[in-house]
T-cell receptor
């Protein structure tokens, strides 16, 4: 059973479209994250939710809107997609928000904006 | 703020060679340190961790020692295999007590092992 699963794995779309990426974890964790990995493999956190509450919101365009319907799910909706949004997006989860909690990652969603 | 500096790759080694990937950090307090590995087409997986000074994390033949005096957490393996080819990320969490502890990742070092 996949611990952190994201769908879709690949997403190709045109500029200006709106798209969503879904994430689910079956680890019983209460904290979930979205990361963006650019073409040079640099990994940057975008958002984090703890018990469905937003706790981290980095400098991300407001075209990106996370939604957490419950502790096991954290979806990412992107409006008006731009070329610069092309990247691999990773979902992750952890137990708690403390400094020693290990994060478990999904396999990633490769978004290509044409 | 916190930061992690690791060597830029790619690093190309022959099978059975010795591996070192350097990682140094800047953080307040006493952070926890991690190495994650990303195999091609997959997400990041925790490779090893150390939560206090002088701790040694180890897994799958890889080792790293938390050196507070040099603020380093270098990754080593005595004999690499082709299957170790991946991108390796050094990371740290926190250092401050309480509240949310954000993970800071290094830029990742690509390792390529050739037969």
């Amino acid at each position: 059973d996949t611990a952190v699963s994201q769908t879709p794995k690949y997403l190709v779309t045109q500029m200006g479209n709106d798209k969503s990426i879904k994430c689910e974890q079956n680890l019983g964790h209460d904290t979930m994250y979205w990361y963006k990995q650019d073409s040079k493999k640099f990994l940057k956190i975008m958002f984090s939710y703890n018990n469905k509450e937003l706790i981290i919101n980095e400098t991300v365009p407001n075209r990106f809107s996370p939604k957490s319907p419950d502790k096991a799910h954290l979806n990412l909706h992107i409006n008006s997609l731009e070329l610069g949004d092309s990247a691999v997006y990773f979902c992750a989860s952890s137990h708690g928000t403390g400094g020693r909690n290990i994060q478990y990652f999904g396999a990633g969603t490769r978004l290509s904006v044409l | 703020g916190n930061s992690v500096t690791q060597m830029e790759g790619p690093v190309t080694l022959s099978e059975e060679a010795f591996l070192t990937i350097n990682c140094t950090y800047t953080a307040t307090g006493y952070p926890s340190l991690f190495w994650y590995v990303q195999y091609p087409g997959e997400g990041l997986q925790l490779l090893l961790k150390a939560t206090k000074a002088d701790d040694k994390g180890s897994n799958k033949g890889f080792e790293a020692t938390y050196r507070k005096e040099t603020t380093s957490f270098h990754l080593e393996k005595g004999s690499v295999q082709v299957s170790d080819s991946a991108v390796y990320f050094c990371a740290l969490i926190g250092g401050n007590s309480g509240g949310y502890q954000k993970v800071t990742f290094g830029i990742g070092t690509k390792l390529q092992v050739i037969p």
